[in-house]
């Protein structure tokens, strides 16, 4: 109950969201010594504390000294000895060993025998079908739409479809891709722990990335022989194939499982995805032999596969988790994709072997490479032939997606139908009083969120003047508000993101209406985005495009039906070009967009709704994968009335929309087909020139 930890828990959450997100931190332009702890809390060490504290106040972060900080050595033990200490290196790996290196014993996992009685009654569909439902391989969408993805260059699933599992988190930060990965085996012994390593490092090079900045391994495991054995194969692979280890965590656990980590840079030609989506044929790198390991064929398979991505000779490359076959399909069912497989398909299409490359390309120079191998030939006819029989995609999708449906549903229907919209405007906006670099307000709630659309909004060459709204205490929150409304006069534009009660409480302030009407007197605009949309429609700037008081609420955001929160992508299609923000655009363009809300469920009466529809104020509605309005999520996520996503006031200045700008990088989800750049910051410069 004491003040000070709630504070600082608070001003610890607030860091650890940066932090999460791989941003560098950078508060006022000084440069602050910091080392996080993720646990329940996060510290900051500095050697200035005075100076931190008063940085963060500034930012609406509180925070208080808790004591100096202890330096603690990196320790792992087994059975009660120490292994390493302070410094994980492989060269303590192989000083602690006694292990030949050379011919590698390997234990390959073998077919279960479900699996391989259905192979052997020459049912290989019923096999495909049969692996495709089990826990560790099975779609679990569902449980994919509750994550954020926030900053993210690739889906969690790719293709149209969002079926296919991605290899890697792929994200940008301070404009370079990045990778990470993991794998996890429940081999716990020095087979296993070859298998985690190499299908990690697998995964980090068929994702377009160079070699690991970061390789971590973790064993849980209840015998600590079989921990210490599992350890060593882990490092074992990682000192063959040239690979730093930058932490080692071995712990008592009952899940008997080894699972390696690893952080990479992808290349400069970009990621790759493991969704597929041309016709090709698609091949097999095969990296291990049937009963040792050979490093030098792995090492140079890996480097094999780094030429070709700098010549960008591959189109899409996976790595075999469960077995070739299903691994392979997998990949085709993202865009709807067929596969007609090469020869017979029999047990060793099954096999787990772990770490193996599947890849696209035209290349047919690769089959000259003795460890490479025709897995079969992609076609764009959504069905896959196995042993001159077909195994049809719809059922495929069916039985990968029923393991999870009850636990993690994806559909569930929102009552009311919809039509498809739409009304073009042929005459374009142009502001009366022209500005030849205009200015962009955006009062300050969510740092990363609202600095990455500052950057947008500069690309589009506008300047930016942002100001943090501070709350924390009377005196604070009052210079905010003079701060807003000195700083809003000399500013063309309002940006008004998420706030939620902070955004409310500012608005409910006399000199803060006054300085938004004087500002819309200059024909300014304003965009509101999440809660900014929520706003608006409780002033009465949305619909009505001015300050009214709606003592009966005719449109609002409300609790999305199901009452979850949702993330993943969705399309919309464009309404009305009524609008400024939309002078880039035509009534009728679709694009992509990330949701992440729990409160984006747009409704309205049905007298508005049909009032705005005959003005045009509907500016986009949620679609579905045949491009028509539906009330169905997850196309409407929220299950908004009429399928609306944002509206417009009568004049198109003022545009509120329910999905968020916080995912608008340079690379936004290109794992998942469309257009996501509806031109809106350049629309809004373009406006005022």
Known sequence: DNPDVKDLIRACDTLKNVLKQGAAIDLKNRKIDIKAFFDNALSVVTKDVKKLIKVLKSENISAVEIG????????????????????????????????????????????????????GADRQREAVLYTLTKDNVAAKTGLHDTFDGKATAFDFVGGKYRLTKENACVSEILGDL????????????????????????????????ESPAAFSINVF?????????????????????????????????????????????TSKTGAISSTLSKKGKLLRIKLKNENFVDFDKITAAYALLGELTRLKK?????????????????????????LEFFGFVGESHFENDAGDLIILTNDERLMAYPFIETVGDVTDIPKFIINDTTLRADATVTAYNAPFAKY?????????????????????????????????????????????????????????????IRNSDEKEFTKSVEEFSKTLKNCQMLV??????????????????????????????????????GLLLKTGLLPYGKFTDVKNVQAALSENVGAKKTCGIRRVRISSNLSPWFNGVKTGDVFKVQTSEKDGRFVISKALSDA??????????????????????????????????????????????????SRVSDHFYENVPGEWDAKIFESGVKYFK
Do not use: H, W
């Open 221 to 265: 495991c209840d015998d600590d022989e079989k921990a210490k054995e599992g350890l060593l194969g882990a490092m074992t692979a990682a000192k063959n194939l040239g690979i730093s280890v930058s932490d080692v965590n071995v712990e008592k656990g009952s899940s008997n499982a080894i699972t390696v980590v690893a952080t990479a840079f």
């Open 314 to 338: 591959v189109s899409a490359a996976t790595v075999v988790k469960e077995s070739l076959a299903t691994d392979a399909i997998i990949s085709c069912l993202g865009n709807g994709m067929g």
């Open 178 to 209: 990045s990778v990470a990965v993991s794998s996890e085996t429940k081999k716990c012994d020095f087979s296993g722990g070859i298998d985690a390593a190499v299908t990690a490092l697998s995964k980090v090079y068929s994702s377009g990335a």
């Open 68 to 119: 100096a900080a202890v330096a603690r050595e990196t320790t792992v033990k087994l059975s009660g000895k120490t292994i390493f200490k302070n410094t994980i290196s492989n060269e303590n790996c192989t000083k602690n060993a006694k292990i030949s290196l050379e011919n590698v014993v390997y234990d390959k996992k073998s077919v279960d025998k479900s699996t391989l009685a259905l192979i």
């Open 496 to 533: 008004l993101n998420d706030g939620n009660l902070l955004l409310n409480a500012l608005f409910m302030r006399d000199e803060i209406k006054a300085a938004v009407e004087e500002m819309l007197s200059r024909d300014g605009l304003i965009l509101g985005v999440g809660q900014g949309l």
């Open 612 to 661: 705005l529809i005959v003005k045009g104020q509907v500016a986009a509605q949620y679609i579905d994968l045949n491009d028509n309005a539906t009330m169905e999520t997850p196309y409407n996520p929220g299950g908004s009335a009429e399928a609306i996503e944002g509206i417009f006031s009568p004049g198109g200045r003022i545009y509120g929309r329910a999905t968020r700008f």
């Open 408 to 468: 993690f549903p994806t559909e569930t229907y929102s009552e009311g139908y919809t039509k498809n919209l739409g009304i073009s405007f042929t005459k374009k906006k142009t502001c009366g009083f022209p500005v030849s670099r205009p200015k962009v307000f955006m009062p300050i709630f969510d740092t990363a969120i609202d600095k990455e659309i500052a950057r947008r909004f500069r690309s589009a060459g506008a300047r930016t003047e942002q100001v943090v």
